[in-house]
């Protein structure tokens, strides 16, 4: 599988070519269909795997990319859910050490999935747009 471009410059994979045809597939949509293979260029330095990862609507991406276990992805989920939260009541109310609290908060704000914002006159986190459509998208809600 290899990361190719059509002449409207829409990225694809592709599957199989053939001195017919080539086999390709819409990453984002799942559609296969045949080309010319002289209408397909391919793309140097596109992973046809994240290509193929555009399946996945991009907040939903950020969420996936940007938690990397289950402690992570519940912290963003119960911001989510109850917040905004201050960082004191986020130290209290996790199981979460100062360091790896402010590690994912900090890995959450470079994904664009967090802001900080004030809490009772405290610093505190809220979840942005990004973060409750990605999230929205993963649980059904």
Do not use: I
Request: glycine share 8%; aromatic share 2%; with cysteine.
């Amino acid at each position: 599988m290899r990361t190719v471009r059509d002449e409207s410059g829409d990225l694809l994979l592709l599957l199989a070519e053939s001195s017919d045809a080539c086999r390709v597939r819409d990453p984002e949509t799942g559609e296969e269909s045949y080309r010319d293979g002289d209408d397909l260029e391919l793309v140097s330095g596109e992973s046809p795997l994240t290509a193929a990862a555009r399946a996945v609507p991009e907040p939903a991406r950020a969420v996936l990319t940007a938690t990397p276990d289950e402690r992570a992805l519940g912290l963003l989920v119960d911001l989510a859910r109850r917040g905004p939260h201050s960082v004191r009541h986020l130290l209290s109310a996790t199981d979460l050490c100062e360091s790896d609290l402010l590690g994912l908060l900090t890995e959450f704000r470079a994904a664009g999935l967090v802001e900080e914002t004030d809490v009772m006159g405290e610093r505190g986190y809220a979840t942005t747009d990004r973060a409750d459509e990605g999230l929205a998208l993963l649980t059904g809600e």
